[in-house]
Nanobody, 120 residues
Framework: QVQLVESGGGLVQPGVSLRLSCAAS????????MGWYLQAPGKQRELVAA???????NYADSVKGRFTISRDNAKNTVYLQMNSLKPEDTAVYYC??????????????WGQGTQVTVSS
């Protein structure tokens, strides 16, 4: 079994920062990529940022220069530092894991989601 535990969401004013964390646990043999997706009401889930095992990062155009994804391989944890938050960043943020699981093979897993609301 694989578990993804997210934390760090909340209600903030425009311009401030938040840091999301996602810790993966379970029978993980190797992690390929970890990342964050968001889903706003009435819209499809979309990529925010992802990071590979080698540290290669990928960002949505809307967050480039404001958000930074990082990863602690020893802790199987991924972070999303979100600066200069805007009301349009409001969404549920989901942690994403692409990993090789012992006795199961490669799979994709999702966290339960954490709400980020940016409002004055």
């Amino acid at each position: 079994q694989v578990q993804l535990v997210e934390s760090g969401g909340g209600l903030v004013q425009p311009g401030v920062s938040l840091r999301l964390s996602c810790a993966a646990s379970g029978s993980i043999f190797a992690i390929y990529t970890m990342g964050w997706y968001l889903q706003a009401p009435g819209k499809q889930r979309e990529l925010v940022a992802a990071i590979s095992s080698g540290g290669t990062t990928n960002y949505a155009d809307s967050v480039k220069g404001r958000f930074t994804i990082s990863r602690d391989n020893a802790k199987n944890t991924v972070y999303l530092q979100m600066n200069s938050l805007k009301p349009e960043d409001t969404a549920v943020y989901y942690c994403h894991l692409d990993a090789l699981i012992t006795m199961r093979g490669r799979g994709v897993y999702w966290g339960q989601g954490t709400q980020v609301t940016v409002s004055s």
